[in-house]
């Protein structure tokens, strides 16, 4: 028995994760982020997109700073993400027009923002089908159902030619809880 505790507490323990060291890991594995930051696009995974969603790298810095100083995640790749992105960003070369596309863990920290970035006019928008970068573009919200704490819509953004660059069917099933007050 003695044999066995002395082995317990003999064993090692993985290292706390370094935050910091990882942020530095992940940002040297990186390319240089360019002035056209691609927020969106049919390139990533799971995207609905069909077209791209570029943004300036000098305009969406600011708001990137804020998101990583005001949101946290739970999965420390994930928190790493988000603390290198402002890094990355505020290291680009604003001179090179070429477009940065997102790392899969930046994509993850950006991706339920897109829509934010968009209605700050942070945003221009490459259509496949015009082959042009457009300033505007039509967003529609249709087919609105709802039955009792089930609702469902359809999200799609348009070019000002019609063509399609963005859908996705949405569902949501919310349940209300009664609030107990003990007193």
């Known amino acids: 028995m003695l044999k066995l505790l002395n082995c317990w507490r003999a064993r090692s323990y993985p290292p706390p994760l370094n935050i910091e060291q990882r942020v530095g890991e992940y940002l040297l594995e990186l390319p240089r982020c360019t002035r056209n930051v691609v927020v969106a696009s049919p390139r990533y995974d799971g995207s ?11 305009q969406i810095l600011s708001w990137v700073e804020m998101h ?7 999965g420390s790749e994930h928190q790493a993400a988000r603390l290198s992105l402002p890094l990355w960003i505020r290291g680009a070369d604003l ?15 950006l991706d339920h923002y897109v829509l934010d970035l968009v209605h700050r006019g942070w945003t221009t928008f490459w259509c ?4 042009e970068h457009h300033q505007h573009i039509c967003i529609d919200d249709c087919d609105h159902q ?18 399609q660059l963005y859908y996705q069917e949405h569902e949501l099933y919310y349940q209300e809880h009664e609030l107990h007050l003990f007193t």
């Open 128 to 131: 496949p089908d015009c082959l």
């Open 146 to 163: 709802s039955v009792g704490n089930w609702s469902s819509w359809t999200s799609e953004w348009r070019c000002p030619k019609g063509h």
């Open 68 to 74: 990583a100083k005001n949101v946290w995640s739970v």
């Open 95 to 109: 001179e090179n027009p070429q477009p940065s596309y997102l790392p899969p863990y930046f994509v993850d920290v």
């Open 48 to 58: 609905h997109y069909r077209g791209e969603v570029w943004a300036d790298a000098a």
